[in-house]
């Protein structure tokens, strides 16, 4: 009898294996079953009893999927995005999507619905590229805080190692504030609206919707207010669900990296607190140097002491 960490480890292989090749040929399920030193019947077997569906339907469902959400957010024709799914004609590709959604793919899209398909192993889309996967492990807001506190530890041990290979001169020059890999020249409005639309973007890719980043090219204050009145409040709310609901370790493949790599929800949160944290740096900065110095340095430790 097939155990259930080789079923489960040869389910991940084919979900990686898929994830990679979204948007080329996928290889052929014996090729897969090859790599994992299979035949192919038995290679169906151990895939169908840990996603409770065959590797050729879950892969239909997941290329579906990303039809559905491809019809939901640009202008491709219909055809287009059949043959992207791998269909050969837009009949086929009708038929299959009508049997999933209830609906042809142009009615659809006139009144769309969510794009997920049920499935009985929680294996779905998600936008950009790549496929969300239910978590292994239950992750806690504790957790997650000890985390990010590790890394803290962890990246300034980094940070004095490296800083070892400097000269005495190197290590008391002034610093010029270097922003390579996060902002080109940003402004004080760039910041304030790379920090609204951080998460406006977030929330978007949450929801299956693109993000139009052309909204943060000299945007307005009032712009700002009427995004992050919306935008922070969805994205607290998304934090907090979950949070509660123990998923800040649900992962997905982000197919779009080269080779695919795994995110969490929990480390999402981390990336927009730790770039967001730079910005807010930067930004209160500005303000000081105009004469505006009452929020201070922005250290949230009174205000997290303050709110509890």
Not at 1 to 24: I, K, P, Y
Request: charged share 25%; glycine share 6%.
């Amino acid at each position: 009898m097939q155990s259930v960490s080789t079923s489960t480890d040869t389910f991940a292989a084919f979900v990686d294996s898929l994830s990679s090749n979204l948007d080329g040929h996928a290889p052929r399920a014996d090729e897969l079953a090859a790599r994992a030193f299979f035949s192919r019947s038995h290679f169906d077997r151990i895939v169908s009893a840990a996603a409770g569906e065959t590797p050729a339907r879950f892969r239909r469902r997941v290329l579906l999927e990303r039809a559905a959400h491809r019809l939901l957010t640009s202008d491709a024709r219909v055809l287009q995005i059949a043959l992207e799914a791998g269909y050969s004609s837009n009949e086929a590709f009708t038929r299959a999507f009508r049997r999933a959604y209830g609906n042809a793919p142009a009615a659809w899209r006139s009144a769309p619905k969510r794009t997920q398909i049920d499935s009985p192993n929680g294996v779905h889309f998600h936008p950009p590229g790549g496929l969300r996967l239910p978590a292994r492990n239950e992750v806690s807001s504790m957790d997650l805080l000890l985390k990010m506190v590790e890394h803290h530890v962890w990246l300034i041990d980094q940070i004095v190692d490296r800083a070892a290979r400097l000269s005495d001169e190197r290590l008391d020059a002034p610093i010029e504030v270097s922003v390579e890999g996060v902002d080109e020249n940003p402004t004080l409005r760039s910041l304030l609206s790379r920090l609204i639309g951080q998460m406006d973007m977030w929330n978007a890719a949450l929801a299956g919707r693109s993000y139009d980043f052309g909204v943060e090219r000299g945007e307005t204050i009032a712009s700002m207010r009427s995004r992050l009145a919306e935008a922070g409040s969805i994205f607290v709310a998304h934090v907090r669900d979950v949070a509660e609901q123990g998923r800040l370790d649900e992962t997905f493949v982000d197919a779009i990296c080269d080779p695919p790599e795994v995110f969490t929800y929990g480390g999402m949160i981390a990336h927009v607190l730790t770039f967001a944290a730079h910005r807010r740096t930067l930004a209160i900065g500005a303000l000081h140097s105009v004469g505006i110095t009452d929020l201070g340095s922005g250290d949230p430790m009174k205000w997290v002491a303050e709110a509890a």
